[in-house]
């Protein structure tokens, strides 16, 4: 499976963006799918996962704030992102477990 993230740019807090996941492969509705994002000189952080049994988890930043969801007949992950802050303003990425090589990523920044 490939996955590769897109959708960033830029939105001034309290705004909102929809990132998308574009995977490829087979077997893709049975995988996976988690959101990380990583600040430049900080780790990866996890932000939301989609439960390859169709569960939900969220870290407590994107609690009430994302949303991700799945369009198996295009393949795509999707993470919703409302209310905005300057602390969102990261690379986000998205992967699967197994763990593929990371993407490029797409650049969520957020101004005050």
């Known amino acids: 499976v490939q996955l590769q993230a897109s959708g960033g740019g830029a939105v001034q807090s309290g705004g909102s963006l929809r990132l998308s996941c574009q995977t490829s492969g087979n077997g893709f509705i049975h995988n996976p799918v988690y959101w990380y994002r990583q600040v430049q000189g900080k780790e990866r952080e996890w932000v939301a996962g989609?439960?390859?049994?169709?569960?939900?988890v969220y870290a407590d930043s994107a609690k009430g704030r994302f949303t991700i969801s799945r369009d198996n007949a295009e393949n795509i992950v999707y993470l919703e992102m409302s209310s905005l802050e300057p602390e969102d303003t990261a690379v986000y990425y998205c992967?699967?477990?197994?763990?593929?090589?990371w993407g490029q990523g797409t650049l969520v920044t957020v101004s005050s």
């Open positions: 989609l439960l390859s049994a169709g569960g939900f």
């Open positions: 992967n699967t477990y197994p763990p593929q090589p």
